[in-house]
């Protein structure tokens, strides 16, 4: 079925009304964003220190129940020239993980590794134009750019 232009007259009656969530997984912290149920708009959520990984993965756990999230999108950090380095790897496996714990705690939620090459340097900028000073923007950067790559991916499926 097609409802042509996506103007507020044309959407579906029937939206799937579910929150996404996206995590920029970084070596000392983990930023979380989320959307709207409608899948319009990326929001920071928080940042989360690493503390472990099971401590991490409890916290995601809960966020995903207490905002009942119905998908989480991975920062995925290919290098420019698309090739897997390292720190890809290191995602691929925490998103494998989590995706097991999800399953393990009888929560359905799928787990999207999304491109997140430049989100960082665009969450910098962001905030830079926002007139943050550096000290700020070191301690909200990792969850502006969850919601840069959040952003991103809501944009590219177009609800």
């Not at 899948?39 to 966020?63: C, M, N, P």
């Not at 290191?90 to 705690?105: C, P």
């Not at 926002?130 to 991916?153: C, F, H, M, N, T």
Request: aromatic share 4%.
């Amino acid at each position: 079925m097609s409802w042509g232009k996506k103007t507020p007259l044309a959407l579906p009656l029937e939206v799937d009304l579910m929150r996404v969530m996206a995590l920029d997984v970084g070596h000392k912290r983990i930023g979380v964003a989320l959307s709207d149920p409608g899948q319009v708009l990326a929001s920071t959520l928080q940042v989360i220190e690493r503390k472990g990984q099971q401590r991490d993965l409890a916290t995601v756990i809960q966020l995903v129940r207490e905002h009942e999230v119905g998908k989480i999108i991975v920062g995925y950090p290919r290098s420019l020239n698309g090739t897997v380095g390292r720190q890809a790897k290191i995602v691929e496996r925490y998103a494998a993980v989590l995706e097991k714990k999800l399953r393990d705690s009888s929560l359905d939620v799928p787990v999207i590794l999304w491109d997140e090459r430049f989100s960082t340097v665009v969450a910098d900028r962001l905030m830079a134009e926002a007139g943050r000073k550096s000290r700020e923007r070191r301690k909200r950067i990792d969850a502006v750019a969850a919601a840069v790559i959040l952003q991103d991916y809501l944009d590219a499926i177009g609800v």
